[in-house]
């Protein structure tokens, strides 16, 4: 772990923002923290323990008093790298504490983590890793694998804490050690994952050892007994299979004839339903035809009334043009009279007006000056008000100010009188410190006795439980095996009574009854076709005769109608023909000589017909209506006629369809008795006897059956439900068994480990109770060094050292709170100085301004009185622009009155021609409609006469709206398609059902017989599964025994192999081992190292209780305790300790540890011995190590080649500052 860069502001005396370059400061190797005592050197590491752990070792309650009193924010940034190639990463940890509710409270505002992606960039990337005081803390342990103690132990050494690990207990430096190195990984996690594979290689023993005792017989003898009934299962599942497909295909046929039966009945009722509409039908014809005549007449009754609406709206046009000719003549007078007016007005107003305008246009100029001189009064006006005012503000800010600073000054007077009052000297502050510590050794020690103590009483009754549970273990599995004994018993004496008619048998008896069934089934239906369609054959012959009768029939009455038609139209062609050479007779008569023809338009007539012409017989509306019959009833017959074919036709057909039918059907029944015969030698009861010729002589041999399989299958029901009964009770037990014999390995293990774990807690209690002693020793001797405790021991010393305690914290708080008080007063103080100078200021600047404002006022208002006055002269006191508005309104209105009166004669004189055009253009327009409503009504009179309706009401009656005639029309066609498409259908119906039916019960024994092959089927699948199943689990268990019992043997292996294993680990024996022997390494090499700094004369020794010894090998190897080292001695072995341990420090056992802080401590040696250090220091610095210095001792800093300088904050004033200083 390397730093790279560290910015902090607000913590205790860094109030501005400083930042502190690593990199540059560490590129030598050895570097220094120099400056006075107190001006924050030591700071600097409280902020990268604060930044990396959210605590400071010399804060109290881990950040309380860390804020600086003038500030209510701390903010820290540290950057740093861990790790080495490709794996070195660099991080950034973000933290902000403010202020809380008390002067020294402190709370988080913000804390994240960041990895910085390429960070030699100029824009690194930014990921966040953890975000959140807690886990932030969580990932920079995860990363470093330190605390915060380990931290201030091993790499960063605070004041008063260098020699603390020298001074460390056994236990408490070997779980340091664990973390520094780490070994956790080999304690007690590798203990337990040894146990749980422990006791899983057990479980699976057992486990084995049960389902060894499972595998049954698995001889070649069952192993045939299986093929064989494999075989005779598949056997008959192929002869069921047949038998289904049988009777599936029968059950389509007859499905199928009733389908086309019930579609043949539907048809039937829709010819019914469309023969009851006939009537209906000829009525919509009737109303159709009128509807076709009165469109013929509809355009000249539409002309006639359209040429008389015309007449109408021309009468109604003629009448409104001259009524708008009057009026257009008065209003052509009223304009002429209004332009003349408006003239002379103008003549006689405009020229005063055009005077009064030039005036008013000097007194608007005159206007605008006096408003701006006004506006300037008032704002002058209002600044003076202001300044005024401000004068007043500021005489008042100057007494509060007064007021204020005296207040700061008894105040800062008595924050001082209070702190002289609480402060503790150094000297005893440290003496207590040791005392605090040595007590919270003690309470440790006794806290943990007593838990170990409790967890031994616990072990204690775990390992009884365990006895208990492994005797019942055993005592259950054995009454199982007892049980299993015999249940093997009961299974063998079954498997010798099976009933006597195989499974085979009944399965190859029931496919043979499906297929009987199924054959008479068919030949009784055979039957029953043959004589249906003998009887059909007669009933069709029967309906060909009448059918050819009836054809003959409508035949003669078809000729009949025709004839009577023919006759008719003959007469209507000759009375057309006589009619037409009438009217041109007539047309001839009125003919004059320069008149054009009505006919051809021609004015010249040199050859008109002549002669008389005789008088035509009428057609009449009755010789009409008796065509229209004629024709209808000829249609009638004609339609009636190819009825009578197509149904003479269809019953033709019928009768040959019949024919065949009948031979069909007796071919069909003497195959189906064919087919049935070849089941007759598998039939009960057949030997000796003749095949029976009909259906229900093979009936009897049915029945005989289907009970003999009802017979067997019960028997084999009755065996098989006690046999699944014996092997669900089988199965049942066995795993029972393999369960008691999991339990009891699983209990066997469970005593052994409860064992080892009471052994195990019983050395954790003694070794409770001898910590216990040895700090009760140390917290006497603590309190004897302060002249403290005297006739106290134990629990109430530690009541006594707790009350001082009590005491010592109020002193620092009410110090603590007086000094920042002070501070905070003193800052305060500075600061209404400062306001006080700034409003005397305001206040002469204030007189001033108002003095001179003053005078501007007057100036201003005596211009204004003097405008105001001319103004009042020219305008007679009304706003100019008000008079001038009103001059040139009035002239506006003269101009514009005069344009309008002449606007207004010219549009009266247009709309006047206008109205003259119009009236002779209405009065035209009605002559024409005249005419040519004569000329429709005319044509409409002789259209009416020649047709059967009397008036255009008739007509219009008579006519269809188009979208009914289109729908009744349609209507018309669907009837006449719907007619013919049932025909058709019934004929297509009949001809493939071909005579035959079938009724529900037919249809659902069909059904039933279906249903039964399927569950035959489905027996035949279930037993063939049943077998092949069989089959291959007696094949795996003879493979069984062999893989089982090579499981068993690997299995025990490895089980015995876990057990050496967890002997060798009990009792964290293994991480003692490894950390004694990383410590032994450590103080070799810190032993050399304090023999090189000390001339040979000390050395560094590991007692066997892991305590530190001191050596002096210059009185002969005397050894002594750590405890009765001086200052300098303490320091040097202290740091020869630190050396060698950061040397063999792994952050997370893989990243090598890549500085070092060393504060204070220096002061304590004499100058040769401080020569020796630094020496010995620079030389480390060309091992990849660097090594920080903090101290005020001027010969360290000509000594070190980059310094850190720490200028000390000023009261009341700026915050500490630092500088880097190269060499």
Same mark, same amino acid.
């Given at each position: 772990m390397k730093p790279i860069r560290l910015v902090i502001q607000g913590l205790r005396s860094y109030r501005e923002r400083q930042e502190i370059d690593f990199q540059a400061l560490t590129e030598h190797g050895l570097f220094g923290i120099f400056g006075p005592t107190g001006s924050g050197k030591s700071t600097i590491l409280d902020a990268i323990t604060l930044a990396l752990f959210g605590s400071a070792t010399r804060a109290s309650h881990n950040t309380q008093g860390t804020v600086n009193p003038l500030e209510a924010r701390m903010e820290i940034v540290f950057e740093f790298e861990i790790g080495t190639g490709e794996r070195r990463r660099r991080y950034r940890v973000e933290r902000a504490f403010k202020r809380g509710n008390t002067a020294l409270s402190v709370t988080t505002a913000a804390s994240r983590l960041l990895e910085l992606e390429n960070p030699e960039s100029g824009a690194p990337g930014l990921v966040m890793v953890a975000e959140g005081a807690r886990e932030v803390d969580a990932a920079i342990q995860r990363i470093l694998g330190l605390t915060d103690k380990d931290f201030t132990r091993a790499v960063v050494l605070p004041q008063g804490q260098f020699a603390e690990f020298l001074r460390l207990s056994g236990a408490e430096r070997g779980m340091m050690l664990e973390r520094l190195f780490g070994l956790e990984r080999y304690g007690k996690k590798l203990a337990d994952k040894v146990s749980q594979r422990l006791a899983e290689g057990n479980q699976e023993v057992g486990q084995l050892e049960a389902a060894l005792a499972e595998v049954g017989d698995a001889s070649e003898e069952a192993l045939a007994r299986a093929q064989t009934a494999l075989q005779e299962a598949t056997s008959a599942l192929r002869s069921a299979e047949a038998a289904r497909r049988d009777a599936e295909a029968h059950l389509r046929d007859l499905e199928r004839v009733a389908e086309l039966d019930a579609e043949r009945r539907q048809a039937e009722a829709e010819a019914d339903r469309l023969r009851e509409r006939a009537d209906e039908m000829a009525s919509v014809e009737e109303k159709l035809l009128r509807h076709r005549r009165a469109s013929v007449l509809m355009p000249l009754v539409k002309a006639w009334e359209e040429a008389a609406e015309g007449v109408r709206a021309a009468e109604a046009g003629a009448q409104s043009a001259s009524a708008a000719l009057q009026e257009a003549e008065a209003r052509v007078d009223d304009a002429a009279r209004s332009e003349r007016e408006a003239a002379a007005r103008r003549e006689a107003e405009e020229p005063a007006l055009l005077a009064q305008q030039a005036l008013l246009r000097e007194a608007e100029a005159l206007e605008r000056a006096w408003q701006d001189k006004a506006r300037a009064a008032a704002e002058a006006e209002a600044e003076l008000q202001a300044q005024r005012a401000r004068l007043a503000a500021a005489q008042e800010t100057c007494a509060q100010l007064e007021a204020e600073a005296q207040a700061l000054r008894d105040g800062i007077e008595e924050a001082e009188r209070a702190f002289r009052a609480h402060h503790v000297p150094p000297e005893v502050r440290s003496a207590l410190d040791r005392l605090r510590r040595a007590r919270d050794d003690w309470k440790a020690a006794a806290l943990a006795r007593a838990q170990e103590a409790k967890r031994l009483d616990v072990r204690r009754a775990e390992v009884e439980a365990a006895e208990r549970a492994y005797r019942a273990a055993q005592e259950a599995r054995s009454a199982l095996l007892d049980e299993a004994q015999a249940l093997e018993a009961a299974k063998a004496a079954h498997e010798g009574s099976k009933p006597p008619v195989s499974r085979d048998g009944i399965a190859h008896l029931r496919a043979w009854l499906l297929r009987a069934e199924e054959r008479v089934h068919e030949l009784a239906q055979a039957e029953q076709a043959v004589a249906a369609a003998r009887k059909r054959r007669e009933t069709v012959e029967r309906a060909r005769t009448q059918a050819e009768e009836v054809r003959n029939a409508r035949a003669n009455a078809a000729e009949a109608a025709r004839e009577a038609m023919e006759r008719l139209r003959s007469e209507w062609d000759a009375r057309w023909a006589a009619r037409e050479r009438e009217l041109l007779a007539a047309l001839a008569r009125e003919l004059v000589e320069g008149q054009p023809c009505p006919v051809c338009g021609s004015t010249h007539h040199p050859n008109p017909a002549a002669g008389a012409v005789d008088e035509?017989?009428?057609?009449? %509306?009755?010789?009409?209506?008796?065509?229209?019959?004629?024709?209808?009833?000829?249609?009638?017959?004609?339609?009636?006629? @190819?009825?009578?074919?197509?149904?003479? +036709?269809?019953?033709?057909?019928?009768?040959?369809?019949?024919?065949?039918?009948?031979?069909?059907? =007796?071919?069909?029944?003497?195959?189906?008795?064919?087919?049935?015969?070849?089941?007759?030698?598998?039939?009960?009861?057949?030997?000796?006897?003749?095949?029976?010729?009909?259906?229900?002589?093979?009936?009897?041999?049915?029945?005989?059956?289907?009970?003999?399989?009802?017979?067997? !299958?019960?028997?084999?029901?009755?065996?098989?439900? *006690?046999?699944?009964?014996?092997?669900?009770?089988?199965?049942?037990?066995?795993?029972?068994?393999?369960?008691?014999?999991?339990?009891?390995?699983?209990?066997?293990?469970?005593?052994?480990?409860?064992?080892? /774990?009471?052994?195990?807690?019983?050395?954790?209690?003694?070794?409770?109770?001898?910590?216990?002693?040895?700090?009760?020793?140390?917290?006497?001797?603590?309190?004897?060094?302060?002249?403290?405790? %005297?006739?106290?021991?134990?629990?109430?010393?530690?009541?006594?050292?707790?009350?001082?305690?009590?005491?010592?914290?109020?002193?620092?708080?009410?110090?603590?709170?007086?000094?920042?008080?002070? +501070?905070?007063?003193?800052?305060?103080?500075?600061?209404?100085?400062?306001?006080?100078?700034?409003?005397?200021?305001?206040?002469?600047?204030?007189?001033?301004?108002?003095?001179?404002?003053?005078?501007?006022?007057?100036?201003?208002?005596?211009?204004?009185?003097?405008?105001?006055?001319?103004?009042?002269?020219?305008?007679?006191?009304?706003?100019?622009?008000?008079?001038?508005?009103?001059? /040139?309104?009035?002239?506006? $209105?003269? @101009?514009?009155?005069?344009?309008?009166?002449?606007?207004?004669?010219?549009?009266?004189?247009?709309?006047?021609?206008?109205?003259?055009?119009?009236?002779?253009?209405?009065?035209?327009?009605?002559?024409?409609?005249?005419?040519? !409503?004569? *000329?429709?009504?005319?044509?409409?009179?002789?259209?009416?006469?020649?047709?059967?309706? $009397?008036?255009?009401?008739?007509?219009?009656? $008579?006519?269809?709206?188009?979208?009914?005639?289109?729908?009744? =029309?349609?209507?018309?066609?669907?009837?006449?398609?719907?007619?013919?498409?049932?025909?058709?259908?019934?004929?297509?119906?009949?001809?493939?059902?071909?005579?035959?039916?079938?009724?529900?019960?037919?249809?659902?024994?069909? @059904?039933?017989?279906?249903?039964?092959?399927?569950?035959?089927?489905?027996?035949?699948?279930?037993?063939?599964?049943?077998?092949?199943?069989?089959?291959?689990?007696?094949?795996?268990? @003879?493979?069984?025994?062999? /893989?089982?019992?090579? +499981?068993?043997?690997?299995?025990?292996?490895?089980?015995?192999?876990?057990?050496?294993?967890?002997?060798?680990?009990?009792?964290?024996?293994?991480?003692?081992?490894?950390?004694? !022997?990383?410590?032994?390494?450590?103080?070799?090499?810190?032993?050399?190292?304090?023999?090189?700094?000390?001339?040979?004369?000390?050395?560094?020794?590991?007692?066997?209780?892991?305590?530190?010894?001191?050596?002096?090998?210059?009185?002969?190897?005397?050894?002594?305790?750590?405890?009765?080292?001086?200052?300098?001695?303490?320091?040097?072995?202290?740091?020869?300790?630190?050396?060698?341990?950061?040397?063999?420090?792994?952050?997370?056992?893989?990243?090598?540890?890549?500085?070092?802080?060393?504060?204070?401590?220096?002061?304590?040696?004499?100058?040769?011995?401080?020569?020796?250090?630094?020496?010995?220091?620079?030389?480390? *610095?060309?091992?990849?190590?660097?090594?920080?210095?903090?101290?005020?001792?001027?010969?360290?800093?000509?000594?070190?080649? *980059?310094?850190?300088?720490?200028?000390?904050?000023?009261?009341?004033?700026?915050?500490?500052?630092?500088?880097?200083?190269?060499?």
């Open positions: 035509a017989e009428p057609w009449t %509306d009755a010789d009409d209506l008796a065509l229209a019959g004629a024709e209808s009833a000829w249609r009638e017959a004609e339609d009636a006629l @190819r009825d009578a074919e197509r149904q003479y +036709q269809a019953a033709f057909a019928q009768a040959e369809v019949a024919e065949r039918d009948l031979a069909r059907a =007796e071919e069909e029944r003497s195959r189906r008795l064919t087919a049935l015969a070849e089941l007759w030698p598998e039939a009960p009861g057949a030997a000796g006897a003749d095949v029976p010729e009909s259906a229900d002589g093979f009936r009897p041999h049915l029945r005989r059956a289907a009970d003999e399989i009802a017979a067997g !299958e019960e028997a084999w029901a009755a065996w098989e439900g *006690r046999a699944k009964e014996l092997a669900d009770q089988w199965a049942v037990l066995t795993e029972r068994l393999q369960r008691a014999s999991g339990e009891v390995l699983a209990a066997e293990e469970r005593l052994k480990a409860a064992k080892v /774990e009471w052994e195990r807690q019983r050395a954790s209690a003694d070794l409770a109770e001898e910590q216990v002693r040895a700090s009760a020793e140390a917290l006497c001797r603590a309190a004897e060094a302060v002249s403290f405790g %005297d006739g106290f021991e134990g629990e109430a010393l530690a009541q006594a050292v707790e009350e001082r305690l009590r005491h010592l914290e109020d002193d620092d708080r009410q110090a603590a709170e007086a000094d920042a008080l002070r +501070q905070r007063l003193a800052a305060d103080l500075a600061q209404v100085n400062a306001r006080l100078q700034e409003a005397e200021r305001e206040k002469l600047e204030a007189e001033r301004l108002a003095h001179e404002v003053e005078i501007q006022v007057a100036q201003l208002r005596s211009a204004e009185e003097s405008d105001r006055r001319r103004l009042h002269e020219m305008t007679g006191g009304r706003p100019v622009a008000e008079a001038r508005a009103d001059v /040139e309104a009035a002239l506006e $209105a003269l @101009r514009r009155a005069l344009a309008e009166a002449v606007r207004s004669r010219q549009e009266a004189d247009v709309a006047h021609d206008k109205a003259r055009t119009e009236a002779a253009q209405a009065e035209a327009a009605l002559q024409a409609a005249l005419r040519s !409503e004569t *000329r429709a009504r005319e044509a409409m009179d002789s259209a009416l006469a020649e047709s059967d309706f $009397a008036t255009p009401g008739d007509v219009r009656d $008579a006519l269809l709206d188009a979208r009914e005639a289109d729908a009744l =029309e349609a209507e018309m066609e669907q009837y006449r398609d719907a007619v013919q498409a049932v025909r058709q259908r019934l004929t297509d119906l009949e001809r493939q059902l071909a005579g035959r039916r079938v009724d529900e019960q037919e249809l659902a024994a069909a @059904r039933a017989r279906a249903q039964a092959a399927e569950a035959a089927h489905g027996e035949a699948q279930q037993r063939v599964g049943a077998c092949r199943q069989q089959l291959e689990d007696l094949e795996a268990r @003879r493979t069984r025994f062999t /893989e089982v019992s090579a +499981q068993l043997e690997q299995a025990r292996e490895i089980a015995r192999r876990l057990k050496t294993l967890s002997d060798v680990l009990r009792a964290n024996a293994f991480v003692q081992f490894v950390g004694r !022997e990383e410590m032994a390494q450590v103080v070799r090499q810190a032993s050399d190292r304090l023999a090189s700094l000390t001339h040979g004369r000390y050395r560094l020794v590991l007692a066997p209780n892991g305590d530190f010894v001191m050596r002096d090998d210059h009185l002969g190897g005397v050894e002594r305790p750590v405890s009765t080292l001086s200052g300098g001695e303490t320091f040097v072995a202290s740091l020869s300790l630190a050396l060698a341990l950061s040397a063999h420090i792994q952050l997370r056992g893989q990243h090598p540890l890549e500085f070092f802080f060393l504060d204070e401590g220096f002061g304590t040696l004499d100058p040769e011995l401080l020569d020796v250090v630094m020496s010995s220091l620079e030389r480390l *610095r060309h091992e990849r190590m660097a090594i920080g210095l903090i101290s005020h001792v001027p010969e360290l800093r000509e000594r070190v080649p *980059r310094r850190l300088v720490v200028e000390p904050a000023e009261p009341g004033g700026r915050g500490t500052r630092v500088r880097l200083e190269r060499a």
